[in-house]
């Protein structure tokens, strides 16, 4: 059995609106082992974001256990999360979200900033990671001068910066062509192969979960099949 | 330091609305700089009248209601009076009600005893100025305002003083000499000072003949000024005119307060301006935060904690206003010369300045607050959900 650097035991996860209690996880158990490419599939409600944002700590189970990188998330405040965050995940958006009055370089460089790193190191490691993505010539742009496939590289490349353990993706193609979607894909192949990025994809569809080593699908706040390491 | 651009870029993230938020919190901070610094030359008068030694003696009920020139006798006859002199008020402008002069009525001799070693004044003017009847001496500042030069014969309209021979309210007088004081310190306090025989004055007067407003003595040791203070009142306790000695800073004050309470007229007024730019640049803080919900919550995931999130929306404010405070007081120090020019004979200066530094600061803390709490208490995954 593979080393897993994600375990879920019994998490469950539910969201209260005023009245309304919404059971949006239940007793769910998961193991995805470090260096693994998986991608969660399944239709709208069916609980896939909320279960990489107890992933990526974003958000704490109702009950439950989550072991990420060796830590356990569920025993984290806002805080110790927020660092964990800092050390260990990097996160790509759908819509890529960088900030839009900064160039691309100084977006890659924003986890840099909670690093000791000096301001010349951070610079540097901000190019190599463009360079790492095939943006490196774009440094200078800022997200509004870029097209969507090369937005979600300088958002590949933030996400990377801080080398971290996890890269966890929400729909990172949902807003590309199918070339950007694939060029994307493939880079994020290339540094699960390459550079042994453990990496959770959050897709609809079904062209970019085959670019996963395993696929993992979801209905009503459960997992259709095992989840746990053979 | 190294969060500055970060700071920087998200201030200017709509450039046309900081410009104006930026041009009302400068507008409103040079209203501040200028109205302090009103405020504090109203609070911190300099009456001209240099020294611990001087002591001023008015009629105990008003400045207004005259004294004998008579008194003087029983003033120098006090134990400790080195010298005294009198005064009138004379109400004095030249050509246009905006022109004002403080003219005076002065003895010569026993005024420039009382002021020993206060002035500048050529031993061949001042002697010129004793020997013309008509002459004045002008301070240097006034000679260069209205462009006068020695030997200019120059008409004051006084509001006050008739002359008998004609019952006409213009004296004119012949510019002898000009003088300069020693002290820069009361340079602004004796800019528009404009002195000429009481003997003239006197005797040129239609009404009110050996009246004067006030005493002004020198005594010989200051630590005794207080004693000195009483005993000249007790000379003329319960006569028809009884008298209030003080030292000369009090009597300026007393006498800066019959324009009434400025302070509270002018903290008015500032109060009302900063009450309005709490909502306006506070509106605008929030709405600039609402607006990048969205980027806040990156910044979260990316591994930003509470705090620093507070820190930066927080540290965005105190920039705003600490750069609109600073231009704001910067045009408000270059616009003094203005000011000293509608404001003859205030002292104003630049140390008033200083509490905009600690108004930028709570401004921007009062206006910054809200929005940065709202910023530390997002919920990332809340604030993602609409966009991803």
Redesign the interface.
Known sequence: MSEAIISLRNVAKRYTRGKQSVEVLQGLNLDIAKGEFVALMGPSGSGK?TLL?LI?G??TPTSGEITVAGQRLDRLG??GL??????HVG?V???Y?L????SAQ?NVE??L??THLS?AQ?KANAQAALTLVGIADRAKHKPNELSGGQAQRVAIA?ALVADPTLLVC??PTGDLDRKSADDVLHLLQMLNRDHGKSIVVVTHDPKAAEFAGRQLHMDKGALLEAGTLA | MKYFPLIWATLWRKKTRTIFTLLSVVIAFLLFGVLETIDYAFANPSSGITGADKLITTNKYSITLPLHFADAQQIRSVPGVAEVTWITWFGGYYQESKNFVFALPVDTDTYFNVHKNEFVVSDGQMQAYRNTRTGALVNVALMKKFGWKVGDKVPLHSTIWTQKKDGSLDWTFDIIGSYDVKDPTQAGAQASNFLFHYELFDEGRSYGKGQVHWFEERVGDPSQASAISNRIDALFANSPNETKTQPADDFTMAFVKQFGDIGFVLRAILGAVFFALLFLTGNTMMQSVRERIPELAVLKTLGFGDGKVLGLVLAESLLLCAIAAAIGLALSFAALPIIKMGLQGVQLSPKALIPGIGAAVLLALIVGMPPALRAMRLNIVDALADKR
Not at chain 1, 82 to 87: D, G, K, S, T
Not at chain 1, 99 to 102: I, N, T, Y
């Open positions: 974001t944002n990526g974003l958000d806002s805080g927020a660092r964990w965050r800092a050390n996160f958006f759908q819509f979200n900030m839009p009055m900064l100084r924003l986890p900033l909670l301001a951070r933030r929400d729909e």
